[in-house]
């Protein structure tokens, strides 16, 4: 879990320093894996523009799930 809160940390981090300052950083542990989850956003198009400032900033993993999100 160590590493997981480091990642959370990092991603609020550079978040903050950013037009998605406002945007939420989630740790969900679905067995057997820890998934981090970033934004609550009601259209894709918002969360595309988040994803590609992840993977310009070093995450180049990152993509868009469908979830619940929080108003």
Known sequence: MIAQTALKNSLQSLLSSSI????????????????????DFERLQDASVLRKFLIENGFKYAWIVNDRIKK
């Open 20 to 39: 998605f300052q406002s945007q939420k950083v989630y740790i969900i542990y679905e067995p057997p894996n820890y998934k981090v989850r970033v934004g």
